[in-house]
C-alpha cells in the first residue's frame, strides 16, 4: 500500500511538472509571435 500510494504521489508531481514546463514553453513561444508580428 505504502509503494502504491509513493508511486501515485510520484505520478502527480511528475504530470504537475510537465504541466508547468508546457505552460512555460507555449508563454515563450506566444510572447516570440508577438515580437516578431510587432
Do not use: A, C, H, P
Not at 509503494?3 to 513561444?29: A, E, P
Amino acid at each position: 500500500m505504502k509503494d502504491s500510494s509513493y508511486f501515485l504521489y510520484t505520478l502527480g508531481l511528475v504530470s504537475k511538472i510537465k504541466l508547468i514546463f508546457v505552460n512555460v514553453m507555449t508563454v515563450q513561444r506566444n510572447w516570440e509571435l508577438k515580437f516578431i508580428i510587432n
